[in-house]
């Protein structure tokens, strides 16, 4: 298929995605609320939850309302937070109750988290003991770990079943698990010993033993992992579900695929906004408040400001010197630019790879000596380039004649800012690959080095090498 046919086919479902909802809203406002119910069980239930996020909140509450158990409960799972709280107001207790036995435990977890107090201790109340149990345990896990955001919904068997009563208990279990494509083999302290994926039990003979089909090869990921390291095996193995095992190695749940890439959307969601110098935020753009926004920003525009003092030091101590060479400020922008924007290269590659587990700490001398190269190509490109605009555009114009003590003046200042240039690009480089592979090492979010901060430093470095060639060159 080609782009423009990819394109083609992500409009016409758009489009057809909007034409359903606007049905539905004839449908409410005609007040046909069997057509209603029907066709909201026919839709798929993140575009049924887009469409009640789109109505008012009185009038989506009601829609709700109307919608079958199970049903209700799918689309549920979907909704905003803002919107679950609004619509758990207007529940009844019955109401609650049903809808929380219905959820998967992750996505009622999921839900609880991000709700009010007083709204989860209703919910809490309205849950089975055997409901409030399995939240509680779930919620005791640490944030971001494998255990906060896994399922304990999932088929497990005995090595000792043979594949038929192995298929007849996934059809007697399977309707309420998470997945029913893979399943987990267990012994009678529920320690994981082995995965049988659903097509290896429908294309083995009847009555063979489960023991023999199982793959013993597991991969699997502890409680207390870290959230994106689960989701990055998950990718990386190809894996429709991964096992969760506790301390004593005992199965105690699974992280769908699904699951996996809301952690991933979420902790690079995380990243760009580290990388842009903002506190993170759980909230869309749009539902966040204006002064929650400034709270998530002004921390860090507060620190590098204050970091930016530096620069302003390093100035005044060389007013002097550029009281008698005035033409080197106007080269400030240019040379500050060019070794930020080398830095933010190479930082936003570094904390990339270190995310997907290209570059460990181990790398770091193979990292540094490529970059080294690299900076140096470029710096001597930039370099040429930069003598080129200096010297041909921006000495051009000026008024004097450029022969004899002004034309060496000017081959001087070039030859200036030309290794300034050089320099500050492989310095810039080499900061930029360090810094966050040091991060990760002392336990830092790598994502905080990230262009803002490390064009901070690189800034001052720069002048630091600018005034170091200029004095030594031009003798002051």
């Known amino acids: 298929m080609s782009e423009n046919e990819e394109l083609n086919e992500i409009?016409?479902?758009?489009?057809?995605?909007?034409?359903?909802?606007?049905?539905?809203?004839?449908?409410?406002?005609?007040k046909h609320y069997a057509a209603f119910i029907r066709a909201m069980d026919e839709m798929i239930p993140v575009d049924a939850a887009e469409f009640l996020s789109e109505l008012p909140t009185n009038r989506a509450s009601v829609a709700f309302r109307m919608l079958k158990k199970d049903t209700a409960a799918t689309i549920f799972a979907e909704l905003e937070p803002d919107l679950q709280t609004s619509l758990v107001g207007a529940m009844t207790d019955r109401e609650v109750h049903d809808i929380l036995e219905e959820l998967y435990v992750d996505d009622a977890v999921d839900m609880l988290e991000e709700m009010p107090a007083n709204v989860v201790k209703r919910i809490l109340k309205n849950a089975t003991k055997e409901t409030r149990a399995e939240i509680n345990r779930f919620l005791s896990y640490p944030e971001d770990s494998a255990g906060s955001v896994m399922t304990s919904e999932f088929i497990d068997l005995t090595k000792t079943m043979t594949c038929t009563q192995a298929i007849e208990h996934i059809r007697r279990t399977g309707i309420d698990k998470e997945t029913v494509y893979v399943a987990y083999v267990t012994d009678s302290s529920r320690v994981l010993e082995g995965?049988?994926?659903?097509?290896?039990?429908?294309?083995?003979?009847p009555d063979e033993i489960i023991e023999n089909i199982m793959n013993t090869n597991v991969v699997y990921a502890h409680t207390q992992d870290d959230q994106e390291t689960v989701a990055n095996m998950i990718s990386h193995y190809d894996l429709i579900a991964l096992p969760i095992v506790d301390k004593e190695e005992r199965l105690v749940g699974i992280v769908t695929v699904d699951d996996a890439l809301d952690v991933l959307e979420a902790e690079a969601t995380e990243d760009i906004e580290k990388m842009a110098a903002i506190l993170p935020t759980d909230k869309p753009y749009l539902?966040?408040?204006?002064?929650?926004?400034?709270?998530?920003?002004?921390?860090?525009?507060l620190l590098?400001?204050?970091?930016?003092?530096?620069?302003?030091?390093?100035?005044?101590?060389?007013?002097?010197?550029?009281?008698?060479?005035?033409?080197?400020?106007?080269?400030?922008?240019?040379?500050?630019?060019?070794?930020?924007?080398a830095g933010g290269q190479t930082s936003v590659t570094i904390i990339r790879g270190l995310s997907l587990g290209d570059i460990r700490m181990r790398d770091i001398l193979r990292v540094l000596w490529k970059e080294l190269r690299v900076s140096?190509?470029?710096?001597?490109?930039?370099?040429?380039?930069?003598?080129?605009?200096?010297f041909a555009i921006d000495f051009k114009f000026k008024p004097s004649v450029m022969v004899g003590e002004a034309l060496q003046n000017n081959l001087q200042i070039c030859?200036?800012?030309?290794?300034?240039?050089?320099?500050?690009i492989v310095v810039a480089k080499l900061v930029g690959a360090t810094l966050p592979i040091l991060?990760?090492?002392?336990?830092?979010?790598?994502?905080?080095?990230?262009?803002?901060?490390?064009?901070?430093?690189?800034?001052?470095?720069?002048?630091?090498?600018?005034?170091?060639i200029a004095s030594s060159i031009l003798k002051f």
């Open 11 to 30: 409009v016409s479902n758009e489009d057809l995605v909007e034409n359903k909802k606007e049905h539905l809203r004839e449908l409410l406002e005609t």
């Open 195 to 205: 995965v049988v994926p659903l097509k290896h039990l429908l294309f083995s003979e």
């Open 287 to 301: 539902k966040t408040g204006i002064f929650e926004t400034w709270r998530k920003r002004i921390p860090w525009l």
């Open 304 to 341: 590098l400001m204050v970091s930016a003092t530096f620069t302003s030091t390093i100035i005044t101590h060389y007013e002097v010197a550029i009281g008698r060479y005035a033409v080197l400020t106007a080269f400030f922008p240019m040379l500050m630019d060019t070794g930020g924007n």
């Open 376 to 390: 140096m190509l470029c710096g001597a490109t930039i370099a040429a380039a930069t003598f080129i605009k200096v």
């Open 415 to 424: 030859l200036i800012i030309c290794m300034t240039v050089f320099f500050a």
């Open 439 to 468: 991060a990760k090492r002392i336990g830092f979010d790598p994502a905080v080095m990230a262009s803002p901060f490390i064009t901070t430093i690189v800034d001052a470095v720069t002048l630091v090498i600018y005034f170091a």
